[in-house]
């Protein structure tokens, strides 16, 4: 539903994960301020918004007897492969052994929909690849914490041995006015949208996966449900350590950093009204 707003999609989600999310932010946010970021003000009130939600945690939920103009159930057991939007509609969602073995010519992995894990996962299916790979690859991580981590785990290294494009940390390609692909290219892209023209004048963009989009770069074809679930289950082995999340609350790096960073009385009691009156 990204970028089509919460009217598109709403998922409920339970505190923990939500809990987990805020502990990270308030540390990077407080790091954001020690690093001498502007509006110091404005992060203090966001923090001090954040804290006060995780005191006393409300969410929003559904009326027990809300009504529905239709309810779609699926079962994800049943999806056995990976799934594409095709060319170029973000809507046109296909399996990979519908779509068959396209060329590529060009990949990115990037945007904000991708974090950390996915970004590990594709070095981890590159550094077994030896040499110049097939197609131009573009590498994009959405912030600079992520590209700091990724360069301290090695992982920049390895996307420089294929002979990737590393961009700036941000939108890079998937904003369409800075970095472009070559005109009538074949792309498989993490990002969110392939609308015509957007990634490159003519091109023919598949939205996928950051683990498909590098076994693309790999082959330099899209590959059958057979070569992918192959290089795909080499990732089984460090699950866990490959998909963890950059957690700044976790990294002592952000956290000696924000421990100094005070937030005043005013700001505080300003969010605890603004809480209490939401939840009246």
């Not at 699950?239 to 960073?261: C, G, I, P």
């Amino acid at each position: 539903s990204a970028e089509r707003s919460a009217a598109g999609c709403t998922i409920k989600l339970d505190k923990e994960p939500i809990e987990e999310y805020l502990r990270s932010n308030v540390v990077m946010l407080k790091w954001m301020i020690a690093e001498g970021y502007g509006d110091a003000r404005t992060l203090k009130r966001r923090i001090a918004a954040m804290e006060e939600w995780l005191a006393n945690p409300v969410l929003m939920e559904a009326d027990k007897d809300a009504q529905y103009h239709k309810v779609y159930e699926i079962d994800l057991a049943t999806i056995k492969e990976p799934i594409l939007c095709c060319p170029n509609d973000p809507d046109d969602a296909k399996t990979l052994s519908e779509i068959g073995q396209e060329k590529i010519d060009e990949v990115f992995i990037g945007s904000c929909m991708t974090n950390i894990g996915h970004f590990r996962a594709a070095g981890e299916l590159l550094k077994s690849f030896n040499g110049q790979l097939p197609t131009r690859l573009w590498v994009a991580p959405p912030t600079k914490m992520d590209e700091a981590q990724l360069t301290a785990e090695g992982f920049y290294s390895i996307y420089g041995k294929v002979g990737a494009r590393t961009e700036m940390p941000g939108c890079s390609l998937c904003m369409g006015n800075q970095a472009r692909v070559a005109d009538k290219a074949t792309v498989v892209s993490t990002s969110t949208r392939n609308f015509p023209n957007r990634l490159g004048q003519g091109a023919n963009v598949y939205l996928a996966s950051a683990e498909l989009a590098a076994i693309a770069a790999i082959l330099g074809k899209l590959p059958t449900k057979g070569e992918y679930m192959e290089l795909y289950n080499s990732l089984a082995a460090k699950t866990e350590q490959t998909y963890s999340y950059l957690n700044f609350d976790q990294y002592e790096d952000y956290t000696k950093k924000a421990k100094d960073v005070e937030i005043e009385a005013e700001v505080r009691e300003g969010a605890k009204q603004a809480y209490a009156a939401q939840y009246a």
